[in-house]
């Protein structure tokens, strides 16, 4: 144990949530590192253009997520790419091991892995995915250039995406199970008033077809019964989010959907010295402004817990 590194924070996901508490952390002086599987900024790195964000008034998804990061290591914060494997929260000090078998020690640990796409789950899709099927616009829209697409969703990335889409996409159909246009309505009128877009609503996708590539989309519609084919060369799917809480389990409390049952007010969970921020925790709001506020608060009172046992 003597030759583990320590650290006073360890963050676990380094979208916004987890680069807030990042900030927040080393400013109080605590050594602070972050562990993030994939790449900073989370979901939010895959999103085309944020317009919501309090005092910036557009910024692209991975300009913001680049600010962020570098603004966490400016203030000294370490940024490490790695997959928590395994978690031992209630040990003094806690214990985090990655893919690789390294052990971390951490004072305390705050959870920020958020979330990732929930699946449609019908025929098709796993088969598919890299070949017409996929969750992020901004990654995979340019090898749609000059073809057919649908946008499978009923909220605001949804509509993001679809209009992100029209920039590469011939025609883009965003397919709703509700009948009239969800999202909000700024969003929603930019998605009416754009010509390369075509709403159906009632309309539920139930499975994907192709050869090696994706062709069709097999559909029902909810009012009439009936299934309808349409053909399309991708699928572009946003359909929620379900939450990276699988190595949770035992751990810290959880809610029916797998999402942890933090303190609102602390961000405490069930677990001394052990903190919940961003999608990852039961809460109301999930958007960016929220979850750096989750990270701030997570970091403060973490800061304050290490005072009294250390």
Sequence with gaps: MGNLRYYDIVIVGGGPAGLSAAIYATRAKRSTLVLERAWTGGLIFTTHLMENYPGIASISGPGFS?????????????????????????????????????????????????????????????????????????????????????????????LDEALFLTRYAKEIIILQQRPRMGGTPILRERALAEPKIRFQGSRRVVEIKGKTQVEELIVTNSETGEREELAVAGVFIYEGYQPNSTILHGQVELDSQGRITADPQTMATSLPGVYAAGDIRTKVLRQVVTAVADGAIAAVMADGWLDKIL
């Design 66 to 158: 680049e600010e962020l990061e570098k603004q966490a290591l400016g203030c000294g914060a370490q940024i490490q790419n790695g997959a928590v494997v395994a978690l031992d929260l209630a040990a003094n000090p806690k214990l985090l091991t990655l893919g690789d078998g390294e052990v971390m020690q951490a004072g305390a640990v705050i959870l920020a892995m958020g979330g990732q796409p929930r699946l449609l789950g019908v025929p098709g899709e796993q088969e598919f995915t890299g070949k017409g099927v996929s969750y992020c616009a901004t990654c995979d829209g340019r090898f749609f250039r000059d073809k057919d697409v649908a946008v499978v969703g009923s909220g605001d990335t949804a």
